[in-house]
């Protein structure tokens, strides 16, 4: 359960990094005073790489729904599951009054 925690937070941690970075390079991209240092940071951070950030920010949030979806559901067909099962052992193997 430990690594399961441990991945989980590696793979939060590398969001948040994605997504604080994605909303730096739009924060960035609307101010019209703001200029690009040749020297600095931001040298390569072109609005096709702004457009790739924006795409794999969007693939993440849909993955991270399915995800939502699929735990649901899951969990749904294993309370629809404990039901049937209780409701078998109940009527075949309880004597009728």
């Given at each position: ?5 441990g ?16 909303s ?19 040298e390569?951070e072109?609005?096709?790489?702004i457009?790739?950030?924006?795409r794999?920010?969007?693939m ?11 735990s649901?559901?899951?969990l749904?067909?294993?309370v ?13 193997f309880?004597p009728?009054?």
């Open positions: 359960m430990e690594e399961m925690t991945k989980d937070k590696s793979i939060r941690e590398r969001v948040a990094i994605r997504c604080a970075r994605a730096r390079l739009l924060y960035s991209s609307r101010d019209q005073t703001t200029t690009i240092d040749t020297a600095g940071e931001e390569g072109t609005p096709r790489e457009e790739d950030l924006r794999k920010l969007a993440e949030k849909k993955r991270m729904n399915r995800i939502k979806l699929c649901v559901t899951e749904l067909l294993l629809i599951l404990i039901l049937l099962l209780s409701t078998f052992f109940l009527v075949f309880l009728s009054p």
